[in-house]
């Protein structure tokens, strides 16, 4: 259950088939005086966009009883709720949700509809709150991505190591130093120093060497790790390896230099 905040208010959003859906339950606290979603149900330009826009992504939407409500909204007499709503048109827009984070949900271009409702101040800072949410979602995804990337090729890269340069009888503590200067074959080939000359460079920052990667950085290293791991069963000596994988280093950051200057060029001439 994620969080938007708007004038001091939390409204949740869900996602439901990869659609964002947020409550309108919520939303109501931030309009003043009594007000019931069917309240705005009632009002006949609300059923005319509800119609098109179950029309342009729903198609098994019930356009015969949309009609009988669509003549009927506006009448001082006409009421619907949401339930009822979804009952009889087989909406897919607005859901109504039972339990602990029930309440009425609709989807996120119908939710800003709504926060008109409630007034156009509420409405842009919705937008601009919900745009900011999604920005970090996107960021957050593909650092998860890059470091999982990261996980894979270490385990490969770690495999490799235990098999052909461990001994049986090594320590466990023997053990993690030969893991240690393993990574920093790749940290020397890529970034030109070691995991602790990092550090002692760095002792305001969190984290390490490969925390503060570019994104270019992540995916030489994901290379170079599957590289070095190849080296590593063919018995390569490591001194070998180091001025190889630092050659391949240095081509691989100017192809992927040079392709993001591509990129961003070809995006300015649009």
Known sequence: ??????????????????????????????????FFISDWLRNR???????????????????????IIKSQA????????VKEWVNKTNSIGIIAKTGRYGGTYAHKDIAFEFGMWI?????????????????????????DAKRELSKINYKIHTDAIKKNLIPKKLTKYETSIVYAEEADVLNMALFGMTAKKWRDKNPDKQGNIRDYATINELICLANLENINSIYINERIEQSERLIRLNKIAISQMEILTETNKKILNDNNKK
Not at 74 to 81: M, P
Request: glycine share 6%.
């Open 119 to 143: 007034s156009p101040k509420f409405k842009l800072l919705l937008i601009k709150e919900f745009e900011r949410l999604k920005t970090e979602e996107q960021k957050q995804l593909g650092w």
């Open 74 to 81: 506006g009448l001082n007499s006409y009421k619907i709720s």
């Open 45 to 67: 330009n609300t059923i005319e966009f509800l119609g098109i826009w179950e029309e342009l992504h729903n198609s098994n939407f019930n356009y015969g009883e949309f009609a």
């Open 1 to 34: 259950m994620k969080e938007l905040n708007v004038l001091d208010n939390k409204i949740t959003y869900i996602n439901i088939d990869n659609e964002d859906y947020i409550s309108l339950t919520d939303m109501l606290k931030s309009k003043d005086g009594e």
